[in-house]
């Protein structure tokens, strides 16, 4: 069986997962080589994967490969994945795909009339609860409002970006997988708590037929907490993406006589599925299960809340 030959771009806390994910898809990957500039990400890449060469710049191996993983900080992701392109390899790019609308803009044309794959690591469309839940939500009556809090105690990490760029993403692209009301407008208030980038944001999306959504995100919180509320005239579903668990509690009372049912959800391997369907898509030519113009209207809704945060304005969200 052919097997895609592959390199992960950046060894640190993310690219040693993908790594390992690499390693657990042997009978189609072919783990070729890891990129890695830092002396000691090196001795570590190497004493964790002797069987793989080890080299600073994608340059060395671009004619080796078939496709590559960007792991690497956000400031780099457009110009890794212009490379990439331009040399017609397949691409799987961890979120965000690039770090604003201009830059998109322009992988976008790049991208065009390329006979690749190129796959975004939004994996938070990998939870098991919204193939329980995602027809429902696309289904609600109108208006309803969605709340949505991410946030953890300041890990120390991924500072090299805003809170907006490394968390609110993930809720921002969730918006968009899981509700058909689109997002119009976005309104957002930010603090710099540890960092001189924004730790913490309010969110507020108005989305169409008059819906409306509030996303709160921080990396200096005294509690961990990951949940997605929906409240409408159908009730308020809650699912706890932390614990793993859904609460419903509809307009009516369950089968049982109560008026909230709880439902525990098997946790997943979201990053061992996102690469099965990346080889898949590779080797079968078929479309990412989460393409490149999934990725770009993530980073346009961060550039609009970006921009509402630092001119306390509304931004008006205009997705392509």
Not at 222 to 246: A, Y
Request: proline content about 3%; aromatic content about 8%; glycine content about 4%.
């Amino acid at each position: 069986m052919k097997k895609v030959r592959v390199a992960v771009l950046g060894y640190g806390h993310l690219g040693k997962w993908h790594c390992q994910k690499v390693d657990a898809h042997k009978e189609i990957a072919e783990f070729v080589a890891i990129v890695e500039k830092f002396p000691a990400g090196q001795e570590a890449a190497k004493a964790n994967h002797p069987n793989v060469r080890i080299v600073s710049d994608i340059k060395e191996v671009i004619n080796d490969i078939d496709a590559a993983f960007v792991v690497t900080p956000t400031s780099t992701h457009f110009e890794l994945v212009k490379y990439l392109l331009e040399n017609n390899k397949h691409v799987f790019c961890e979120k965000p795909v690039c770090s604003n609308d201009d830059e998109a803009g322009k992988l976008a044309e790049i991208a065009k009339g390329k006979n690749v794959v190129l796959q975004v690591g939004h994996s938070e469309r990998f939870h098991e609860a919204w193939d329980k839940l995602r027809e429902r939500m696309q289904k609600l009556t109108p208006p309803f409002t969605v709340r949505i809090n991410r946030v953890a105690p300041f890990k120390g990490r991924a500072t090299d970006v805003d809170v907006v760029q490394d968390l609110a993403i993930h809720d921002l692209d969730l918006m968009l997988y899981l509700f058909k009301q689109k997002p119009l407008e976005v309104t957002a208030r930010g603090q710099r708590i540890r960092t001189n980038k924004w730790d913490h944001a309010n969110i507020y999306l108005s989305l169409e037929d008059k819906c409306d959504a509030h996303i709160v995100v921080g990396r200096n919180s005294v509690k961990e907490m990951r949940d997605l509320e929906v409240i409408s005239r159908e009730g308020m579903l809650t699912i706890d993406l932390f614990t793993n668990k859904i609460y419903d509690a509809t307009n009516t009372t369950f089968d049982d006589g109560s008026f909230v049912k709880e439902e525990v959800y098997s946790k997943r391997d979201h990053l061992l599925l996102e690469h099965g369907h990346f080889y898949k898509s590779v080797l079968e030519s078929k479309p990412a299960i989460i393409g490149l113009k999934d990725g770009l209207n993530a980073v346009h809704l961060v550039d609009c809340t970006l921009k509402s945060m630092e001119t306390h304005a509304p931004v008006k969200v205009n997705l392509g």
